[in-house]
């Protein structure tokens, strides 16, 4: 008797997520192997995910860290405040504003401000 293993992968629910861009992304959150993105006719996950560096890794993130809350199939997430800082020389940098409590600053984008000349400028 020849038996070969089988696998299968039930990921729950296809969800939508917006990105911060706009562009909408269908995925589902597998309890183990975590998000992967699905077609959206077919429902089965791509052969290629999305990059290291794709604006769906963040909204996805900031997803699973604001509690994975969701509207029917629509998963919602909230933009972080923009974390001011400035910058001290080299690789330093001051933090400009009293960091809310319950606010992951992780994922914000940053302020920069003191930079070269007094202009500040966004990274």
């Given at each position: 008797?020849?038996?070969?293993?089988?696998?299968?992968?039930?990921?729950?629910?296809?969800?939508?997520?917006?990105?911060?861009?706009?562009?909408?992304?269908?995925?589902?959150?597998?309890?183990?192997?975590?998000?992967?993105?699905?077609?959206?006719?077919?429902?089965?996950?791509?052969?290629?995910?999305?990059?290291?560096?794709?604006?769906?890794?963040?909204?996805?993130?900031?997803?699973?860290?604001?509690?994975?809350?969701?509207?029917?199939?629509?998963?919602?997430?909230?933009?972080?405040?923009?974390?001011?800082?400035?910058?001290?020389?080299?690789?330093?940098?001051?933090?400009?504003?009293?960091?809310?409590?319950?606010?992951?600053?992780?994922?914000?984008?940053?302020?920069?401000?003191?930079a070269r000349h007094g202009l500040g400028h966004d990274e």
């Amino acid at each position: 008797m020849n038996i070969r293993p089988i696998c299968f992968l039930l990921g729950g629910p296809t969800l939508t997520i917006t990105d911060e861009s706009g562009r909408r992304w269908c995925f589902e959150d597998h309890p183990y192997c975590g998000p992967s993105v699905v077609g959206k006719r077919s429902g089965a996950p791509l052969v290629l995910q999305p990059r290291g560096r794709s604006p769906f890794w963040r909204a996805v993130s900031l997803w699973a860290r604001q509690g994975k809350r969701s509207r029917g199939a629509v998963a919602v997430w909230d933009e972080p405040p923009r974390l001011r800082v400035q910058h001290m020389g080299g690789r330093n940098y001051r933090v400009l504003q009293h960091q809310a409590k319950g606010v992951d600053y992780e994922f914000s984008r940053r302020r920069i401000v003191g930079a070269r000349h007094g202009l500040g400028h966004d990274e």
